[in-house]
């Protein structure tokens, strides 16, 4: 069985930084996408950033390019930690944070992933 343990979060100004962390593991095979969806407030719930375990590609929503940065620690076994560094945030970006994994990039980014985190509250004021 997967699981995905997310932690950080929080509350703060505009132009404050926040870390997201989310430790996978249970996966089968080592190769497979990690990431975040958030829903905020009026808005479908979105992909914000991806990364495949093999080679660290990674992919961001447009709206955090340049703010938002994904990594991903080195593996034990199959289980790799996620890290979402997020710089400059902005109210917009308020809203409930969910770590997801997937061995389809695809199907993670589109929002319906096979396993997901408890989620995480980001608030930002402005």
């Known amino acids: 069985e997967v699981l995905l343990v997310e932690s950080g979060g929080g509350s703060v100004q505009a132009g404050g930084s926040l870390r997201l962390s989310c430790l996978a593991s249970g996966f089968t095979y080592s190769r497979y996408y990690m990431g975040w969806l958030r829903q905020t407030p009026g808005k479908d719930r979105e992909g914000v950033a991806r990364i495949y375990t093999n080679n660290g590609a990674t992919r961001y929503a447009d709206s955090v390019i340049g703010r938002f940065t994904i990594a991903r620690s080195d593996p034990n076994g199959t289980v790799y930690t996620a890290y979402l560094q997020m710089n400059n945030l902005k109210p917009e970006d308020t809203g409930t944070y969910y770590c997801?994994?997937?061995?389809?990039?695809?199907?993670?980014?589109?929002?319906?992933?096979?396993?997901w985190g408890q989620g995480t509250r980001v608030t930002v004021s402005s």
């Open positions: 997801a994994a997937d061995y389809n990039g695809a199907r993670l980014w589109g929002g319906n992933p096979t396993a």
